[in-house]
């Protein structure tokens, strides 16, 4: 199987080290993030073990536009003609995709961090460094999230990139959080609940005070952009996140 069922009708895909969620209702998609560029078949693959077909992927939301998230964007942009839903402080990163804000050089990284170098490692060979940039974005709109499935809420959680957003899906009693809180870090190879290391965060006391929105949604199990799902409940990792600080 290329998914496992992480909440009621939320499907994980992991794929070198980068999630991406399918959430189901009614027969219809959204696929929130959509990972590197040679997920792609792996998507395909997911539809087709759920069921579903590609037209019933109706939107794509992404929590933030980094270039691991957005892997596929401009490719399912173009073959099934669905919105790509993002906070418009992004907008620009998804068209650029190297070409955004981080606190610290990343170049000793893979030297400091062997652990993190081999995530590195296998991103590169999914196609990290061959995104193609993807425009024509839309932003969240409060009225059309309500349509969506799951019926997301967008919670701002800037920090990781100043237009970071987190979904909390309030009928599955989970939030997926994105980059704002993981559970591993790619640049550090770091296990548990913590945000980003500064060589892809734009700034970490922004991404650290955001924690307070995640804890606020109160739901039971957190949904990673990186990293294996936490089910202790948002509040306990939260509060271990802030522990570890940034690095």
């Given amino acids: 199987m290329i998914t496992t069922e992480v909440a009621d009708r939320v499907h994980r895909i992991d794929h070198a080290h980068v999630n991406l969620y399918l959430v189901e209702e009614e027969g219809r998609v959204l696929l929130v993030d959509t990972g590197l560029p040679r997920t792609w078949g792996l998507i395909a693959q997911a539809l087709r073990e759920l069921g579903r077909r590609a037209d019933d992927v109706v939107a794509v939301a992404l929590t933030h536009a980094h270039f691991d998230h957005t892997g596929t ?103 997926i959080s994105g980059d704002a809180l993981v559970t591993l870090d790619p640049y550090t190879g770091r296990t548990g609940p913590q945000i980003v290391a500064g060589a892809a965060t734009a700034d970490s006391a922004q991404a650290l005070a955001s924690l307070d929105r995640l804890a606020a949604t109160g739901a039971g199990t957190v949904l990673p952009g990186h990293g294996e799902p936490w089910t202790a409940g948002v509040a306990t990792a939260v509060e271990l996140a802030r522990e570890r600080g940034g690095h």
Wanted: hydrophobic share 40%; proline share 12%.
């Fill in 73 to 175: 964007a401009a490719r399912l942009q173009e073959r099934l003609g669905v919105p790509i839903l993002a906070h418009p402080e992004d907008f620009f990163i998804a068209a650029h995709p190297y070409r955004y804000a981080h606190e610290n050089p990343r170049a000793l990284y893979p030297v400091r961090y062997p652990g993190g170098a081999r995530i590195l490692a296998a991103m590169t060979r999914a196609g990290a460094w061959r995104v193609p940039g993807v425009e024509g974005l839309q932003a969240y709109a409060g009225e059309e999230q309500a349509l969506l499935p799951g019926r997301p809420r967008v919670v701002p959680t800037p920090g990781h990139t100043y237009g970071h957003v987190a979904l909390h899906l309030p009928g599955r009693d989970a939030v």
